[in-house]
């Protein structure tokens, strides 16, 4: 007796589909769609068959939590130690883990970038500011991390209110208040409050004026990494068009001469045309007269037969 087939996983379809480009997400969801229900697992076609599309910016945060698993894994740990600085306004501790923050996300921009160099697709800034609010959320909500490392994000995550780890906003203002993150299950925990003090304020925290600074120093950066990125693509585009312009003439030139050769050649053909028309008319006139010659021959025989008849 033959062992009952089996169908998909719905985990392992999940890991595998969120692991693919969004261009490929669709029919591929669709191929184990069908290989469920060829085994009449009703329960996992439709499990699979509820699983979103990822954005752009969530796929590629995807990639890079299964390439850069623990890089990935340690934002959660950088974010808690961010948050106890800033919680016991430790400056020093805080100048620290912000120098590390920048670098970390810096580096993972960078990997992500190249991971989809990889995969043929090229990572514009919308993409990459995704990417960088999906860090960001990470830092800032150890759910959110978790989500993240888990590399089965829908959407890119947002930071929620609270500690945002210096990531690019969307919008003007670091003091919005944002939602909890999307992509990822469940509510963002409320923010503990940094602990009061009795006493005068301590000397050694951070310096707002300096944050503040320090916020627009890696805003600028990142403005100037963005605009070298737009005149590095538009220069490659303007180079691609120029080549396109030689391929396109040179195009044209052939195709002009290949136009240029059929009609020489069609012109030969109807000249050929015309001097057979001729010939062929020619061919019958001769037919015709060769036919009365034959005609008038039958006659004078059958004249000059009947004249020798006489005779006899």
Same mark, same amino acid.
Do not use: C
């Given at each position: 007796?033959?062992? /009952? ?11 595998? #589909? ?5 261009? *490929? ?11 469920a229900r060829a085994v009449k697992d009703k329960e996992a076609a439709t499990a699979i068959g509820a699983l979103r599309k990822p954005s752009l910016g969530a796929w590629l945060a995807n990639v890079l939590a299964r390439e850069s698993p623990d890089e990935v894994g340690a934002l959660e740990e950088?974010? =808690?130690?961010? *948050?106890?600085? !800033?919680? &016991? ?11 590390? $923050? ?10 992500? $970038? @190249? #991971? ?5 697709? @090229? ?8 990417? /960088? ?18 590399? *089965?994000? &829908? &959407? ?7 500690? &945002? ?6 919008? %003007?203002? =670091?003091?919005? $208040? *944002? ?6 299950s469940g509510s963002s925990a409320a923010r503990p409050a940094p602990r009061r003090r009795d006493g005068p304020e301590p000397d050694d925290g951070p310096d707002p004026a300096e944050v503040e600074r320090e916020r627009a120093r890696e805003a600028a950066q990142r403005a100037v990494e963005r ?8 220069? +490659?585009?303007?180079?691609?068009? +120029? ?19 059929? $009609? /020489?050649? #069609? ?9 057979? +028309? /001729? ?6 006139? %001769? ?15 059958? !004249? ?9």
């Amino acid at each position: 007796m033959s062992e /009952e087939a089996e169908g998909p996983d719905v985990e392992d379809a999940a890991d595998e #589909l969120y692991g693919l480009h969004p261009d *490929r997400f669709v029919p591929r969801r669709t191929e184990l769609v069908k290989a469920a229900r060829a085994v009449k697992d009703k329960e996992a076609a439709t499990a699979i068959g509820a699983l979103r599309k990822p954005s752009l910016g969530a796929w590629l945060a995807n990639v890079l939590a299964r390439e850069s698993p623990d890089e990935v894994g340690a934002l959660e740990e950088l974010g =808690g130690q961010l *948050r106890t600085a !800033q919680e &016991t306004l430790s400056g020093d501790a805080l100048r620290t883990l912000t120098s590390q $923050r920048r670098e970390l996300v810096g580096a993972l921009v960078a990997r992500a $970038r @190249k #991971l989809a160099r990889e995969d043929g697709e @090229k990572v514009g800034d919308s993409v990459a500011r995704d990417l /960088e609010q999906t860090i960001a959320a990470a830092l800032a909500d150890p759910e959110a991390a978790r989500a993240f490392a888990a590399g *089965r994000l &829908t &959407t890119a995550l947002e930071p929620g209110v609270g500690f &945002t780890g210096g990531s690019t906003a969307r919008g %003007a203002g =670091g003091t919005t $208040r *944002r939602p909890p993150p999307r992509g990822s299950s469940g509510s963002s925990a409320a923010r503990p409050a940094p602990r009061r003090r009795d006493g005068p304020e301590p000397d050694d925290g951070p310096d707002p004026a300096e944050v503040e600074r320090e916020r627009a120093r890696e805003a600028a950066q990142r403005a100037v990494e963005r605009a070298r990125e737009a005149r590095d693509d538009t220069a +490659r585009a303007a180079e691609w068009a +120029r080549h396109r312009v030689e391929q396109a003439g040179s195009d044209h030139d052939e195709a002009a001469a290949a136009a240029q050769s059929l $009609r /020489e050649r #069609l012109a030969r053909a109807e000249a050929d045309e015309s001097a057979a +028309r /001729e010939a062929l008319d020619a061919a019958r006139e %001769a037919a015709d007269e060769a036919d009365t010659a034959a005609d008038e021959a039958r006659r004078a025989l059958d !004249q000059a037969e009947a004249e020798r008849a006489d005779l006899e």
